[in-house]
């Protein structure tokens, strides 16, 4: 009875000898069970295998004249299309030292001549069983390998359209200028990769920080969700106790992003770093900030980023030009921002006006 999955079913043996009698003795040994290839010298051997249709094993003689045996196979080895091809030294050169040189160039295993064919039939079955299998991990490798990398980006989707939806509906009811999102993620993204040298940020912004912090920056305002019309809509300069409401946006967004971590389960990087950003997004350098009063290295450098980008857009979104708002920043250097920071903001001034110019307010033109 057959066996129910066969992986060597008709496949193709190349048989390489420079003696016609030998190619005919294994032609005929094999031609029932497989599909034969002959080649009667290494130069012809070469060819085939590298062709259009190569063969599933080779078998192969040493002793050719012109390339012999043991080149064919270096040569097969060194090739990535043909290394894992399996080869079968068949031969008369039967000393230990041969047999080592054979399996040293990479053969699969070394049979000598005269040959048994039994024997030979089963060693042939047993390299193209070996083949087979690891061709089927490699194909199941390669599968899974692809599938993950789509079921990876479908999840990175999924996190930036939630994300997306959030800051948009945060930012729909503070009623913020349209494109502001778009605008103050690339703001980020454009400190975060002029800070990633400097010394002091090799190991926040190392890596895939930057995409992490990117990708989180527009949640930080989601808390506003949460503050009532009457004070986020409100025209008129806020009390006391409005500001102070209004302050809460900060841990109100911390907040939800812990809930939905604790429902998931699971600590998600990215989460994190959202928290991170939500929270302390309005601490300022000197500790002048809320809503913990941190000051100085103390604040996660994602926050460090955010409130310079967050500030710049706010003023030039009521008017001020691009070249104040630069100024406003550089002012603030040392108070206000992070010393390096409010200077990387300064050195990227032309393309954050690039991006300003290419996400502009769709109700009118933003200021630059």
Known sequence: MADALDFTDRA???????????????SGLLKDLYKVQ???????ALKIVKGEHPPD?????IMMPGMD???????LIADPKTRDIPIIFLTAKATVADEEMGFELGASDYITKPVSPPITLARIKAQLMIKASRDFLKDQSAFLESEVARRTAESGAIQEFTIQVLASLAEARDKASSNHIQRTQRYVRALAERLADVARFAGALAGEQIELICKCAPLYDVGKIGIPDRILLKREPLTPEEFDILKTHTTLGRDAIEKAERN?????????????????HEERWDGSGYP????GDDIPVAARLMAVADVYDALIGEGTTHEQAVKTIAEGKGMLFDPDVADAFVAVAAQIAEIVAKYPDTGGATAV
């Open 69 to 75: 045996g043991y080149e064919v196979c270096r040569r």
């Open 264 to 280: 998931v389960g699971v600590p998600v990087a990215f989460l994190k770093c959202a928290k991170e950003i939500t929270l302390s």
């Open 38 to 44: 002959v080649a009667n010298s290494g130069e012809r």
């Open 12 to 26: 193709t043996i190349l048989v390489v000898d420079d003696t016609p009698d030998n190619l005919q003795l294994m």
């Open 292 to 295: 913990q009063g941190l000051s």
């Open 57 to 61: 094993l080779v078998l192969l003689d």
